[in-house]
């Protein structure tokens, strides 16, 4: 009876020091998770959310993508039909900007050109200064057909002036393109 009596105290005695082993291994454990990083859940949330919109960035970025080319064969075609060549553009514009205040019956001024270095798309910018004078009638339907020309142009300013007779002077700003390849 004392060896049953022995073998169960060592039985417990085996139980308990598993029991031990078992918690010091826990406490281990514990001790690795909290020394470990730590994401709470409204950085998870917030992460979450920064995915699903970096996502959505990406998958706008691929259709952007896969438009690119259509946009490159519409930007060519801009570019050759409403950019005059630098050798041509000049006399273009003058010709154009005369025939526009003829048609208008106005009468006009000469045209000043001031031209910048050109971009790395092969553009240059022309600053375009000219004045034409007539009635009112005719400065409207001059910039009726200005906005409805062929050529490309940009307003910058306008500014009136009275002229002799009762017609009115008009000071004209504008800009446009020519391409140099």
Excluded: C
Excluded at 1 to 13: A, F
Excluded at 92 to 109: F, K, R, T
Excluded at 113 to 138: C, E, K, W
Excluded at 144 to 152: A, D, G, I, T, Y
């Amino acid at each position: 009876m004392k060896q049953i009596i022995r073998h169960r105290n060592n039985i417990i005695r085996g139980v308990i020091a598993i029991i031990l082993l078992a918690d010091a291994a826990l406490l281990g454990v514990q001790w690795k998770l909290n020394s470990s990083p730590h994401v709470q859940t409204g950085d998870l949330n917030r992460l979450a959310s920064l995915e699903k919109q970096y996502r959505a960035d990406n998958t706008r970025l691929e259709r952007f993508k896969a438009e690119l080319p259509v946009d490159e064969k519409q930007w060519d075609e801009f570019f050759t039909s409403h950019f005059h060549p630098v050798g041509a553009g000049y006399s273009a514009i003058s010709q154009d900007l005369g025939e526009l205040s003829l048609s208008a019956g106005l009468h006009s001024d000469t045209i000043s050109f001031h031209q910048h270095t050109p971009d790395a798309r092969g553009l240059m910018q022309v600053d375009i200064a000219t004045a034409v004078d007539g009635n009112y009638d005719s400065l409207v339907q001059f910039l009726n057909k200005l906005e409805h020309s062929e050529n490309f142009y940009v307003l910058d300013s306008l500014s009136l002036a009275s002229a002799t007779e009762g017609r009115v002077r008009l000071n004209v700003q504008l800009r446009t393109y020519f391409r140099t390849t």
